[in-house]
Nanobody, 123 residues
Framework: QVQLVESGGGLVQAGGSLRLSCAAS????????MGWFRQAPGKEREFVANISWSGGSTYYADSVKGRFTISRNNAKNTVYLQMNSLKPEDTAVYYC????????????????WGQGTQVTVSS
């Protein structure tokens, strides 16, 4: 399995932007579809966005569509989540995850997970 490490979280005011990165170990990164999830205190982990092996296909949760952009650089073994127009309700721990199957949105569909990075949006 691939090992994943997220970075880029922090504290930002509402309306601001952050870019999360997820670095993967191993030479098989390009074989994995990748996803971003988030979990707020007291809530279940929820799907945010995913991207296919090549980066040619993406899918977003309705709550972030038009504000967040997922991308990947297979040469750098890295997937990104650009987050714009952030809202207080975006506050959560953000996780990246790897899946053998493209464009899945369920937690159980992802085999490998990072440790998470905290994103806090103040009002």
């Amino acid at each position: 399995q691939v090992q994943l490490v997220e970075s880029g979280g922090g504290l930002v005011q509402a309306g601001g932007s952050l870019r999360l990165s997820c670095a993967a170990s191993g030479r098989t990164f390009s074989r994995y579809a990748m996803g971003w999830f988030r979990q707020a205190p007291g809530k279940e982990r929820e799907f945010v966005a995913n991207i296919s092996w090549s980066g040619g296909s993406t899918y977003y949760a309705d709550s972030v569509k038009g504000r967040f952009t997922i991308s990947r650089n297979n040469a750098k073994n890295t997937v990104y989540l650009q987050m714009n127009s952030l809202k207080p309700e975006d506050t959560a721990v953000y996780y990246c995850a790897a899946s053998y199957t493209a464009l899945r949105i369920g937690v159980a569909d992802f085999a490998s997970w990072g440790q998470g990075t905290q994103v806090t949006v103040s009002s």
